[in-house]
């Protein structure tokens, strides 16, 4: 009797989700609790492993398609034993065959050229023909049949159309669903531009000293560790303290009432392999620079790999995004509703500012703090940004606590 392989439950509210890649084709063989296919919610992507080992009987929701929670996305046949693992070179007979799919960009360019997909090799999942794939192989198919340029004559003839333009190829558009997840950054992108009354505020920060702090103690942090010392760590401790002393910026407007809260929970943007995602430090106020630098790369390690938990994106008082790794020199960042502020990082550039009545240059970085102008009025704003000054500028006043 064929297993069921379903959506599983990913978090409160959500009911459907998005197929992603199959990791197993039909036909492959499998063990239990190994990946078989990624799903996407609004909020993460996951991967639902095997409930027992067998082999993949039909799949039944293709990717990209649209799953509810409890649907069968295919069926799955049991094992007898243990499965083998996979051998490198199967003998012929024990291949499955391989359904050639040919993506609905790739059709357009084939049909378009009168050339036949029999011959294109797929580099997509499972084979798939991509765009790029039936490209290449027109063009190899017009470098074949164009014939031996004509002698010179004493008149050029006149110059032929490019071939870019001949072919139409640059012109062509491909229309691709949104993920859930980009859906969802978009929806609350424009909530929190339309349901608050946002506004920016400015301010530059001289990072020699936390640059020179970085520079004396990061071998000996990296050993014991096993993490660099990076920027982020001091920025969190530095919002902890900024936050208690504004604590407008920790707190969110709910109906006609403000709640303030006594914790730090900070969200740190991270740019994931499918977007943009806001996992969370809990009880920063308590976390060491070497937890919060710990957190924050295990974050980013499995944001890359699609791999942050549910929970790990829910809540958080406040944000922390550093536009500066891609190398952004001054940005108005978004708030994440229903927060009240967000601290925008940005590059680390040299620049001459004027110290003591001398002209010098320092690496300067710019910061900005959106903030949510029901709740946080502009002296509020302003005293947050210098006190993170002051304390990246001297950051000895973390551990003195002053």
Do not use: C
Request: aromatic residues 4%; proline residues 7%.
């Amino acid at each position: 009797m064929p297993i069921e392989l379903k959506v599983p439950s990913v978090g409160e509210s959500i009911t459907e989700v998005q197929i992603g890649a199959w990791l197993k084709s039909e036909g492959s063989a499998f063990q239990k609790d190994e990946p078989l296919v990624s799903i996407e919610s609004e909020k993460a992507t996951l991967e639902v492993p095997a409930p027992a080992a067998g082999v993949v009987s039909k799949i039944l929701k293709q990717k990209g398609q649209v799953a509810k929670v409890g649907e069968v996305v295919a069926l799955l046949e049991a094992a007898s034993g243990s499965v083998a693992p996979a051998v490198t070179n199967p003998p012929p007979s024990a291949v499955a065959p391989v359904e050639r799919v040919v993506m609905p960009a790739a059709a357009r360019v084939l049909s378009q050229a009168q050339a036949g997909g029999e011959d294109v090799q797929g580099t997509g999942p499972g084979g798939r023909i991509l765009k790029e794939d039936a490209q290449r192989h027109v063009e190899t198919l017009r470098q074949a049949s164009v014939p031996p340029p004509p002698l010179p004559t004493s008149r050029p003839a006149a110059p032929s159309a490019p071939a870019s333009l001949a072919s139409g190829s640059s012109r062509e558009e491909e229309a691709v669903p949104m993920s859930p997840l980009r859906r969802t950054i978009a929806r609350r992108l424009v909530e929190a531009q339309n349901t608050m009354a946002m506004l920016t505020t400015f301010n530059e920060i001289d990072m020699s000293a936390v640059m020179q702090l970085r520079k004396t103690h990061q071998d000996a942090f990296m050993a014991k560790y096993q993490v660099k010392l990076g920027f982020m760590s001091f920025f969190v401790k530095a919002a902890v303290d900024a936050l208690r002393l504004v604590p407008q910026l920790n707190a969110e407007i709910r109906g006609n009432e403000i709640l303030y809260r006594n914790y730090q929970d900070i969200g740190v943007a991270i740019g994931g392999g499918k977007g943009l995602v806001v996992p969370v430090l809990r009880g920063a106020e308590r976390l060491s620079f070497a937890e919060v630098e710990i957190g924050v790369n295990e974050f980013a390690k499995r944001a890359k790999e699609n791999k942050i938990k549910m929970e790990e994106l829910e809540g958080g008082t406040f944000t922390i995004s550093n536009g500066g790794v891609y190398g952004s020199l001054l940005s108005t960042p978004i708030i994440n509703p229903p927060q009240s502020g967000i601290l925008g990082l940005h590059t680390i550039q040299d620049r001459p500012v004027a110290i003591d009545g001398q002209v010098v240059i320092r690496p300067m970085m710019y910061v900005a703090l959106s903030y949510d102008h029901r709740l946080v009025d502009g002296r509020e704003a302003v005293t947050f940004l210098k006190r993170i000054k002051e304390i990246i500028e001297n950051p000895v006043r973390i551990l003195l606590e002053v």
